[in-house]
Structures are given as structure tokens and as C-alpha cells.
């Protein structure tokens, strides 16, 4: 523990007198790859202010794709996996699509969970207070919360082998004005990839991106990111897992909203 505390201070001083640049890939959309040491991170900045791009999570029609699928079949800019899911890939927590909220999961889930939400040029992140407020016209659920109130939380709720040992981790955040929402996926679980843990994680949102609020999404072999036209991370398993839903930017003159395939779905 003590060589992992050490590594990563010596990581965030380095970050400031190295800080990689940023990657333009598509206007309001930006990507930034960072490997130092046993750090292999990928982050995409989405300026949500930009009225040509939509940021979109998963109608309960596309459950159960990979990344890549989702992202292959929305046109999407970037992706990322979202929430913890079942044996029969249904989220843990609440979902919320174009077509509205999906069909309710295990209540005791939902309330432990918190909320990242999307909409119309704006996001939020909630810490377990779980409202669909009308604005949204997407939302995934996560646990647990990194930082709130600009400040990264110390005492992380888990057992060990999850919080506090390295894994392949997905979380979002969002700047202190909310003009920016961040995807991050940090690879892991490989030879000198070890991952993150979540303390390791809120600091790095912290510090580097200097996030003001953020969530943990499902991490492990779960972890994916889509940027352009291909998953730019390694996910841990090799092959991309299928997932509960997904998180993802796309052009707004792409964006339908509620399509008809979907609204069969939900009636």
C-alpha cells in the first residue's frame, strides 16, 4: 500500500508539469489519453453548451449490447458502458432512455444507487436521491459517488476487494459550472495495468480534471470506450462484454428521440 501511495503522488505531481493535450474528435467533443507508470487512462470532455452534439443513455429496445453495437447503431462520437446489470442484463438501478424511465428493477437497488442524468445541453449527477425530473431525456444509474460538492469523497463505501483494489474502472464527471461532462475508462487487470482503486479514482478525477461532482459506473471487464469508430480502451476480458446500457454523445441532427421500435417497447 505505501509503494501504490508513494506511485501515485509521484503521478499527480507529474500530471501538472506533463499534462497531455488534448485530441479534437468531433466539434464540443475532445479525447486525451494518459499512460504513466501503471496508469492507462482514457477520457473524452463533451462541452455540453455545443447545440450540435445530444448525450444519450440506452432505451430499454438496445439492453444487453456491446459498446461498440450501441455505438455502431446510434452514430455515435463516443461511448462508454454504464450501470451494474443481472444475469439477464437489466440495470441494478433506475434507467431512463428517449421513451422515458425503463420498467422498475429491484427497489432496494435503485435506493442504493445514485444518478447520472442527460439531457437537452445539460447533465447531473445525484448522490442517491434518484430523481427523473422532465428535463432528462436519459439516465443511468452508478455507485458510488466519488466527489460531491467539488470535493472527493475520503471514506468510499465497499469491501476491499472492490474499493479498495486495483480494477478496470468507468465513471463520469461533471466541471464545477456543468459545462462539461467527462467519460473516463482506466484500463486494467493486465501485466503493469493493475487499474485503479475508487480512492485512486476520485483523486485522478479530481486532480485532473478537476471534476465537481462524480459517479463510479461498472467497471471490470465491463469497461469500454468507444471513440470515432472503435473502442479505444483494452477491455480486461479481450473480447467486449455485453452490458446493461451505455452512456454515449452523437450529433444532434442524428438524435430521433423517441423512435417507434422504442416506443413499442415500452407499451
Same mark, same amino acid.
Given at each position: 500500500?505505501?509503494?501504490?501511495?508513494?506511485?501515485?503522488?509521484?503521478?499527480?505531481?507529474?500530471?501538472?508539469?506533463?499534462?497531455?493535450?488534448?485530441?479534437?474528435?468531433?466539434?464540443?467533443?475532445?479525447?486525451?489519453?494518459?499512460?504513466?507508470?501503471?496508469?492507462?487512462?482514457?477520457?473524452?470532455?463533451?462541452?455540453?453548451?455545443?447545440?450540435?452534439?445530444?448525450?444519450?443513455?440506452?432505451?430499454?429496445?438496445?439492453?444487453?449490447?456491446?459498446?461498440?453495437?450501441?455505438?455502431?447503431?446510434?452514430?455515435?462520437?463516443?461511448?462508454?458502458?454504464?450501470?451494474?446489470?443481472?444475469?439477464?442484463?437489466?440495470?441494478?438501478?433506475?434507467?431512463?432512455?428517449?421513451?422515458?424511465?425503463?420498467?422498475?428493477?429491484?427497489?432496494?437497488?435503485?435506493?442504493?444507487?445514485?444518478?447520472?442524468?442527460?439531457?437537452?445541453?445539460?447533465?447531473?449527477?445525484?448522490?442517491?436521491?434518484?430523481?427523473?425530473?422532465?428535463?432528462?431525456?436519459?439516465?443511468?444509474?452508478?455507485?458510488?459517488?466519488?466527489?460531491?460538492?467539488?470535493?472527493?469523497?475520503?471514506?468510499?463505501?465497499? *469491501? =476491499?476487494?472492490?474499493? $479498495?483494489?486495483?480494477?478496470?474502472?468507468? !465513471? /463520469?464527471?461533471?466541471? @464545477? &459550472?456543468?459545462?462539461?461532462?467527462?467519460?473516463?475508462?482506466?484500463?486494467?487487470?493486465?501485466?503493469?495495468?493493475?487499474?485503479?482503486?475508487?480512492?485512486?479514482?476520485?483523486?485522478?478525477?479530481?486532480?485532473?480534471?478537476?471534476?465537481?461532482?462524480?459517479?463510479?459506473?461498472?467497471?471490470?471487464?465491463?469497461?469500454?470506450?468507444?471513440?470515432?469508430?472503435?473502442?479505444?480502451?483494452?477491455? *480486461? =476480458?479481450?473480447?467486449? $462484454?455485453?452490458?446493461?446500457?451505455?452512456? !454515449? /454523445?452523437?450529433?444532434? @441532427? &442524428?438524435?430521433?428521440?423517441?423512435?417507434?421500435?422504442?416506443?413499442?417497447?415500452?407499451?
Amino acid at each position: 500500500m505505501l509503494i501504490r501511495a508513494v506511485f501515485i503522488l509521484t503521478f499527480f505531481v507529474s500530471s501538472v508539469a506533463c499534462a497531455a493535450d488534448w485530441e479534437r474528435v468531433a466539434p464540443g467533443v475532445e479525447y486525451r489519453h494518459i499512460v504513466r507508470g501503471t496508469i492507462d487512462v482514457h477520457i473524452t470532455k463533451i462541452h455540453l453548451t455545443n447545440r450540435g452534439l445530444r448525450v444519450i443513455a440506452t432505451g430499454e429496445a438496445d439492453m444487453g449490447l456491446t459498446v461498440s453495437e450501441f455505438a455502431k447503431k446510434n452514430d455515435a462520437i463516443v461511448a462508454i458502458n454504464a450501470d451494474y446489470f443481472d444475469t439477464e442484463s437489466r440495470p441494478l438501478g433506475v434507467a431512463a432512455g428517449p421513451c422515458g424511465v425503463w420498467g422498475k428493477g429491484d427497489p432496494k437497488l435503485e435506493r442504493h444507487q445514485g444518478l447520472v442524468a442527460v439531457g437537452n445541453r445539460r447533465a447531473e449527477i445525484q448522490n442517491r436521491t434518484m430523481v427523473v425530473k422532465r428535463w432528462m431525456n436519459g439516465a443511468v444509474s452508478g455507485w458510488p459517488a466519488l466527489i460531491t460538492a467539488c470535493e472527493p469523497i475520503k471514506d468510499l463505501p465497499g *469491501s =476491499d476487494h472492490f474499493t $479498495r483494489a486495483p480494477h478496470p474502472r468507468t !465513471a /463520469v464527471g461533471l466541471s @464545477r &459550472d456543468r459545462k462539461i461532462l467527462y467519460f473516463v475508462v482506466a484500463d486494467g487487470r493486465r501485466e503493469g495495468v493493475p487499474g485503479m482503486t475508487l480512492p485512486e479514482l476520485a483523486l485522478f478525477m479530481d486532480q485532473e480534471l478537476d471534476a465537481c461532482a462524480a459517479m463510479n459506473l461498472d467497471g471490470g471487464g465491463s469497461s469500454a470506450m468507444w471513440v470515432r469508430d472503435e473502442i479505444v480502451n483494452r477491455p *480486461s =476480458d479481450g473480447p467486449e $462484454r455485453k452490458v446493461g446500457n451505455h452512456l !454515449a /454523445v452523437v450529433a444532434a @441532427r &442524428d438524435y430521433d428521440g423517441c423512435s417507434e421500435r422504442e416506443k413499442r417497447t415500452k407499451d
